[in-house]
């Protein structure tokens, strides 16, 4: 049996800037991950090669480069926020990873992330609207509070039925086993 047979799941993301202050520009992702955590050339060569080998064992593709941007990502927390309530923010999730880490395209750029929305069939007047309205900013930014005040400071952060938290990047076995742990408490309480 596998884990998909045995647990039914609901997926939400939550909006959670590594780097709120990032300017619209952004910034070269090499020189970022050195200033930011003093990680060397060789240390991020390393790091994308083993995040590009465990995407494509996943079928997603991981084009890094040494000209990488990374960007502020404020406006596409806002839309990914907003296309929940749509039933298409996981959708939209993963277009926009396949649009920054496979096509190298500026997420920050609301054209960018217009295409995305559109290619799912959502208006895009709406959706620039969205994007435009300080409301959706605000929200993501009080979302965002709230997990800091919860002790997220980092992603991913997996949070399971609002009371298990699996943090930091965890090998797929350890992520099965945390599910089927949690899953046989909850079915003993029940």
């Known amino acids: 049996m596998t ?3 045995s647990i039914e799941a609901e997926i939400h993301w939550h909006p959670f800037e590594l ?3 990032m300017k619209p520009e952004g910034q070269n992702l090499r020189e970022h991950l050195a200033e930011k955590y003093g990680t060397s050339l060789e240390a991020s060569i390393s790091a994308r090669q083993t995040i590009a080998s465990l995407g494509e064992e996943l079928g ?7 000209e990488m941007r990374i960007y502020n990502t404020r406006k596409a927390h806002q839309l990914l926020l907003w296309s929940q309530s749509q039933d298409l923010q996981l959708d939209l999730e993963i277009a926009m990873f396949h649009a ?3 096509d190298g395209k500026d997420v920050s ?3 960018v ?3 995305i929305a559109e290619s799912f069939g959502l208006d895009r007047e709406i959706c620039q609207a969205v994007l435009e309205d ?3 900013e605000e929200t993501v930014a009080s979302t965002e509070q709230q997990w800091l005040e919860a002790g997220i400071n980092a992603v991913p952060a997996i949070i399971i039925d609002r009371k298990h938290l699996i943090s930091g990047a965890q090998n797929s076995d350890i992520l099965v086993e945390a599910l089927r742990e949690i899953t046989h408490q909850k079915s003993d309480i029940d």
């Open 3 to 5: 884990l998909s047979d």
């Open 19 to 21: 780097n709120p202050a």
């Open 60 to 66: 997603f593709e991981f084009n890094f480069t040494d």
């Open 100 to 102: 920054y880490f496979t």
């Open 109 to 111: 750029d609301e054209n």
């Open 113 to 115: 992330l217009l295409d």
């Open 134 to 136: 300080s409301s959706w």
